[in-house]
């Protein structure tokens, strides 16, 4: 047996979930770049669970349904509140996610239909949780969804306690639906492998979560934000570049392991990060953004992935950077969950084997003759 460090390059599962060939990213065969400029999140929700876009009906159905299930149960709120000053918004978001499973009474029914039902569930109280988490912490009190709103439109709204303006709620549902899945990555991979040991559905997304919280994974996005508050001012942008390729150091947001061509997602937060800096009448980071892309593509012929250009929507849209990850994990919950209904339903536990490196032929020495 030999190691591939990563998995690079292993096929570990069969899915029809999404698919990246040849550089296009597709969920269930549909293009991505069509999904972004046609459908909403809701409708890509339901693609990746039932395998087909909805119609009104359908549509209007997981709408009813989401919106029934946004609430939270006040005792997850009261654990917010319990929560250190300062808590990671991502660890915050990992336990109150563990916690929701003692509230739910079909925690552990494995059927098919259950799994859905906490499927809507999840999908629909994580924007309240979070929001919750983010007015919390500034000593303010959570505002309930509203009956009737996106997913987008209700988050901004409970985070703010104000009606967004209809361009912010449609740069974020572009978002959530540029986010919901993306073949194998790290947190899907994690949900899978929890999942495979016939563990419930708020374990996986749990697992999913931790990995989604690492900076090489989800956090990608805020070390983008931190990057461009670090440079400061466009002129500044040539020099940063120069110095951090000098000195051999990572840039975040450029490159992908999967698409050597660029991020077909990225060119959507782009025209929408150009948008918000124009009705915001703040243009500073999307042109910070476009001379570092043009930099970085230049000299290194890097190109952005869809974490370089959300950065600069994310902040146009008023949210805090440590929610940036947070605000991902909704969007993902709908492929996490996707995947694993797909893997109870052909479930074979996954356990791959290690290369062993280590020391061979080992006597066992007394405790009295060790040094």
Do not use: C
Not at 233 to 239: A, D, G, K, Q, R
Not at 289 to 294: A, G, L, P, Q, V
């Amino acid at each position: 047996m030999t190691a591939t460090k990563g998995l690079e390059g292993i096929v570990a599962t069969t899915s029809s979930i999404s698919s990246i060939i040849d550089g296009v990213l597709t969920y269930r065969g549909i293009n991505i770049d069509d999904l972004a400029e046609h459908a909403t999140f809701e409708e890509v929700v339901y693609l990746l669970w039932y395998g087909k876009l909805p119609n009104q009906a359908e549509l209007d159905q997981l709408h009813k349904e989401l919106g029934e299930n946004s609430n939270v149960p006040q005792e997850i709120i009261e654990q917010i509140k319990l929560y250190p000053n300062h808590t990671n918004s991502m660890a915050a978001l990992r336990s109150a996610v563990s916690s929701l499973a003692l509230y739910d009474d079909e925690a552990n029914d494995m059927s098919r239909e259950a799994n859905l039902r906490k499927a809507i569930r999840l999908q629909a109280q994580l924007p309240t949780l979070i929001a919750a988490f983010a007015r919390i912490r500034e000593g303010q009190e959570p505002i309930a969804p509203k009956s009737g709103a996106s997913i987008a439109e209700n988050f901004l709204y409970m985070l703010t306690g104000k009606q967004p303006d209809p361009i912010a709620v449609e740069a974020l549902d572009k978002a959530l639906v540029l986010h919901a899945d993306h073949e194998l990555n790290a947190s899907t991979f994690a949900a899978r492998v929890t999942v495979a040991t016939l563990s419930d559905i708020y374990s996986g997304v749990t697992s999913a979560i931790g990995a989604l919280k690492g900076p090489l994974h989800g956090g990608a996005n805020e070390a983008v934000m931190a990057m461009l508050e670090e440079v400061g001012t466009l002129e500044n942008v040539e020099s940063y570049v120069n110095r951090k390729l000098d000195n051999k150091e990572k840039l975040m947001g450029f490159g992908h392991r999967v698409y050597k061509n660029g991020d077909p997602r990225a060119k959507h937060l782009m025209k929408m990060s150009k948008e918000l800096g124009r009705i915001t009448n703040n243009m500073s980071w999307y042109d910070m953004s476009i001379k570092m892309e043009e930099l970085v593509t230049g000299l290194k012929g890097l190109k952005p992935n869809v974490d370089f250009y959300s950065a600069s929507v994310y902040t146009s849209l008023g949210i805090p950077r440590d929610l940036f990850t947070p605000i991902f994990a909704i969007s993902r919950t709908s492929g996490w969950t996707a995947h694993i209904l797909e893997q109870y339903e052909n479930n074979r536990l996954i356990r791959p084997r290690a290369e062993y490196t280590g020391p061979v032929n080992q006597p066992y020495v007394p405790i009295e003759q060790r040094k």
